[in-house]
């Protein structure tokens, strides 16, 4: 599907005001729905109000004349219908798809209200990124839904490839994970200016050497024994993990084992723990 770059215009600079002071209505409630969903139900009366306010958003767009909201609405609104006619089931990446597009509106409506540049909400960016979910069958959706996200929210495109191999009706909660677990690894190496850049860089290695492999490793697994594999340094005292001189035979030893504690917080996640984790030292 062709993509006409957006050109956002106030035609009647009240209605304009009237369609921001509803989508301000309706975005709190949008997601209070997705965060409801997140409990794995599927509840279908929470899922037909989802599609209303969908509905109601694109409708009240059509009749303030704000045009420029309504080829991202229809997406979301088809891609709804879908969910609420159980041809595709409603997964938790979708939800954050939905409170990503949303949240980006409410910046464009106030961007255009200002006269503001748009450059950074990459509003053409995310509806090429949309426009493609119309065609998804339910196996491919989760995938390019976890892509259209790491890839508008920045993330560098190897951690985007990790998250996107994940498919089936959990794939959202993966995607959460590996998300939640990238985000410590980077405190990490805001503590140790030493190690910026490291994760990254071990995650590319893993990755090329799972491809290769004759036997590869589940991505999502691999993804998350990377993020984690330092965390346990965060239990270690400051004072050790940043000591400039020798460390005692002790302290080698509960530096050694700092793999293994993150193995252990792995092993208690369902579909993460591959029992591994063998508190030798750090490569």
């Known amino acids: 599907m062709a993509t006409q770059q957006l050109m956002p215009e106030i035609i009647d600079p ?6 921001r002071d509803a989508v301000s209505d309706y975005a709190p409630q949008l997601e ?8 794995g139900s599927g509840n279908g009366e929470k899922i037909a ?14 009749l ?16 709804l219908d879908r969910v609420r006619r159980k041809e595709l089931p409603y997964l938790d990446v979708l939800g954050d798809v939905l409170l990503l597009v949303m949240d980006r509106l409410v910046l464009m409506l106030d961007a ?9 909400l990459r509003m053409d960016a995310l509806r090429m990124r949309l426009d493609p979910l119309l065609d998804k069958s339910a196996e491919e959706l989760p995938q390019a839904c976890a892509w259209l996200v790491a890839s508008m929210m920045g993330h560098p495109p190897v951690v985007a490839q990790a998250a996107a191999e994940q498919t089936g009706t959990h794939g959202g909660h993966r995607f959460a994970d590996l998300q939640f ?13 030493a190690y910026a ?3 990254e860089r071990n995650l590319a290695l893993a990755l090329e050497t799972n491809r290769l492999a004759k036997q590869p490793l589940p991505m999502e697994q691999l993804a998350a024994a990377i993020y984690m594999h330092d965390i346990g340094m965060m239990l270690l005292p400051e004072s050790m993990w940043l000591k400039a001189g020798q460390l005692s035979d002790e302290e080698r030893r509960d530096l050694s084992a700092h793999p293994g504690w993150a193995a252990g917080l792995l092993e208690r996640m369902p579909g993460l723990g591959g029992g591994g984790g063998d508190g030798g030292p750090a490569p």
């Open 14 to 19: 009240i209605a304009f005001q009237d369609f």
């Open 32 to 39: 209070q729905l997705v965060c409801q969903l997140e409990d």
């Open 49 to 62: 109000q989802l599609f209303r306010i969908l509905h109601s958003i694109k409708g009240d767009a059509s």
């Open 64 to 79: 303030c004349q704000v045009h420029f909201v309504e080829p991202y609405m229809h997406v979301l609104e088809h891609l």
């Open 112 to 120: 255009v209200a200002d006269d503001a540049p748009l450059d950074d």
């Open 181 to 193: 677990f990238r985000s410590l690894a980077v405190q990490l190496e805001h503590r140790l200016p």
């Open 197 to 199: 850049g490291r994760t």
